[in-house]
């Protein structure tokens, strides 16, 4: 840029100044860039010189009024909110304040050696030298106020406080203090029977504005100083202080002086304003943060937000419901609860607010740029009616809802009955024009549906609602009611609901599968369902789907189980088997042939013999006349064949005969009889075994 203005000093044809001067505006606007959170302002404008301050005025053509000035001149620009130049007042010295009544019918700006009364067209009705009481005629009046109608204009000049009429006559001066005033710190009652002034090395000062009576002063410690000042509507003083610490104090005073409130608070004080109920909002300043407080008409804090840069300017709407702040953060606005409803950022500090009492108009301003927003307006009908709405989730009141005011943008509205669907839709406002939103309610009831299981899909007229457990809105009428889960059989019904009416639907499912539980007395025997292997016993709950089945059990050892089972829905069959071994088969040829055959000491028939015998142990005895007996113990295994082949060894017929005679005397055995006898028996022996 230096470069650039290097060139620009050589630059001869008027022409190229006004060009190079254009391509310097545009660039300057574009490095001035903010980030909205709802709406950009409706226009923008630069000024050549710094500006001083700016007043909006209150009337069917209300004026926006911009003071600005240089090192040795001044001029106020009179704006419309379309952005028209209607009329520029040149000052041939610099200028402190410009300020009007709320009709803008009187305007009075104050400068270096001069007070200027003018009308709301430009036109100069009186220039006020400076009076003999305030010293010089190169001294300057500060702090000008205009009354609200416009009949007084205040200024101190020379640290004498001068109250003049409209018409620019002196009315009354007092000097018994000569101190300076900050900008901020005169101020009328809004029935302009009182006058408040604020002398930052002293205190505060409270007269009679007809009369110019000190009806009462309140002097504060030498460290503190008054540099803020505001009479409320409904009679109170506020006031903020400033403290050696670079903090600061908020005082409430009544009429009569008393000290209502004396609260400290973070910070020095830098703009107060009140609402026409009283509540009032003060902004502070301290090491390069800032934060707004707000407080109730009887000084109750209501709420505090940080903005966390110096807040320069504070503003709150008649009817206390919008709250602004100016700073170097940009521009807030804050509802009644301190939520900010709209925020605008700039890369630099913002010096200047105004706005229109009920907050429709706003402009503010940099040192050099101004920026102005204004809002739409949006009725509300519905039927019926006393619905409430919310516009981006604030409340606003009930329908019928006529002229709220509302910044450019786009909003969420939000309408909403006991026992009628919410109404839900998306507003554009654009500035100065209605936006009518006019809406039908429709009529519900309410649903609570449950289901056995839980997790159940819902429809309502075939259309997909959620998952149970639910409660739901619906409109009134008939519908039908379906419910569908995985594995359970779909319910259907029919359903009549009225308005407002609560109905609670709890249904039951019926599953569409069951479950079979399998025991049997041999360990590892395997089970089938219809030829699928489901595992060996012991079978738990294993589910299957309703209907018939054929269940089969096998075991090596044992004969196969089988049966036709029924699966019920949402049942557990359950079966303990007992399986029977399998038979044993028992072969039993002898030689010879027909012997007879004792099992277990029964007679069961003769060889050859074939017989299916349980498993088990058996003692087998074959007999036969002549033959020695034939016995065995056998163990019979499950499916297996014992093959017995036996041949019988006979008997031997050995006889001895011993005989006596009468004559012969008794002899005894000899040796070879005995062992001839002994073999006999050893012989005969052997073949039993």
């Excluded at 400068?111 to 009308?119: Q, S």
């Excluded at 038979?583 to 030689?591: C, G, N």
């Excluded at 295994?637 to 005679?661: A, C, D």
Aim: hydrophobic share 35%.
């Amino acid at each position: 840029f230096i470069h650039f203005l290097v060139g620009l000093v050589k630059i001869k044809s008027i022409a190229l100044h006004i060009l190079v001067l254009l391509v310097l505006s545009e660039i300057l606007l574009t490095s001035v860039s903010g980030s909205t959170n709802k709406a950009s302002p409706l226009w923008r404008q630069d000024l050549p010189n710094n500006i001083r301050n700016i007043e909006i005025t209150n009337n069917l053509d209300p004026l926006i009024l911009v003071l600005a000035s240089s090192e040795s001149s001044g001029e106020l620009y009179a704006l419309s909110p379309d952005k028209t130049t209607k009329w520029i007042f040149q000052i041939p010295t610099w200028v402190t304040k410009v300020s009007a009544s709320k009709d803008g019918s009187v305007i009075a700006i104050g400068a270096k050696g001069g007070l200027y009364i003018l009308d709301n067209k430009g036109n100069l009705r009186r220039k006020v030298g400076v009076p003999k009481v305030s010293g010089s005629p190169e001294n300057s009046f500060r702090a000008v106020t205009v009354s609200p109608s416009g009949k007084y204009i205040a200024t101190v000049c020379n640290g004498v406080l001068l109250l003049y009429d409209s018409s620019g006559t002196l009315v009354w001066h007092y000097s018994s203090t000569r101190g300076h005033v900050e900008d901020e710190s005169i101020s009328f009652s809004i029935d302009e029977k009182y006058l408040a002034v604020g002398f930052y090395e002293y205190g505060v000062y409270f007269f009679d504005t007809q009369t110019g009576e000190l009806l009462w002063k309140h002097i504060f410690d030498i460290d503190e100083k008054t540099r803020v000042i505001k009479i409320t509507p409904t009679g109170k003083i506020a006031v903020g202080t400033s403290t050696t610490d670079k903090n600061g104090k908020i005082y409430i005073f009544n009429k009569d002086g008393s000290v209502k409130i004396n609260r400290e608070i973070e910070g020095l004080p830098t703009s107060v304003d009140t609402s026409e109920n009283g509540m009032i909002v003060i902004g502070t300043e301290k090491s390069g943060v800032g934060i707004v407080y707000v407080l109730s008409p009887t000084g109750r804090p209501l709420w505090q937000y940080d903005t966390g840069n110096p807040v320069n300017v504070v503003k709150i709407s008649n009817e206390g419901e919008r709250v602004l702040s100016a700073g170097g953060s940009g521009v807030f606005i804050f509802n009644e609860n301190g939520e900010i409803t709209w925020n605008y950022r700039l890369d630099t500090a913002v010096f200047y607010l105004a706005t229109s009492p009920d907050a429709s108009k706003i402009v503010f301003g940099t040192s050099n740029w101004i920026y102005y927003i204004e809002r739409g307006y949006l009725n509300v009908h519905s039927t019926p009616s006393l619905a409430r709405v919310y516009i981006n989730g604030e409340y606003i009141g009930k329908t019928p809802i006529k002229n709220y005011k509302l910044l450019e943008g786009t909003y969420t509205l939000e309408i909403a009955l006991p026992n009628y669907k919410e109404h839900k839709e998306t507003v554009t406002i654009m500035p100065r024009e209605t936006t009518d939103i006019n809406v039908t309610l429709i009529p519900i009831g309410f649903l609570s549906i449950n289901s056995e299981p839980s997790g159940a899909e819902i429809f309502i007229d075939g259309k997909y609602i959620g998952k149970t457990p639910l409660e739901i809105e619906v409109t009134t009428g008939n519908h039908t009611l379906t419910l569908t889960k995985d594995e359970y059989e779909q319910y259907f019904t029919n359903l009549t609901l009225n308005i407002g009416e609560r109905k609670e639907i709890t249904v039951k499912l019926i599953p569409t599968f069951g479950y079979i539980s399998v025991k049997s007395d041999k360990e590892n025997t395997e089970v089938y369902i219809d030829g699928k292997y489901l595992g060996a016993t012991p079978i738990v709950q294993y589910k299957l789907p309703v209907g018939s089945y054929l269940l089969e059990i096998k075991h090596p050892s044992c004969k196969d189980y089988k049966a036709n089972i029924t699966i019920s829905p949402g049942e557990t069959l359950s079966l303990n088997v007992g399986l029977t071994l399998l038979p044993a088969m028992l072969i039993i040829e002898s030689d010879p042939s027909n012997s007879s055959v004792l099992l277990n000491g029964s007679y069961i028939g003769t060889t050859p013999l074939s017989l299916n015998l349980s498993p088990g142990q058996y003692e087998v005895k074959i007999t036969k006349e002549s033959y020695l007996n034939y016995t065995k113990l056998l163990e019979l295994k499950p499916g297996e064949t014992e093959h017995l082949t036996i041949r019988l060894e006979k008997l031997l017929s050995q006889t001895v005969t011993l005989t006596k005679t009468p004559s012969e005397t008794p002899k005894t055995c000899g040796t070879g009889s005995i062992l001839a006898l002994m073999l006999i028996i050893l012989r005969v022996h052997k073949r039993g075994q």
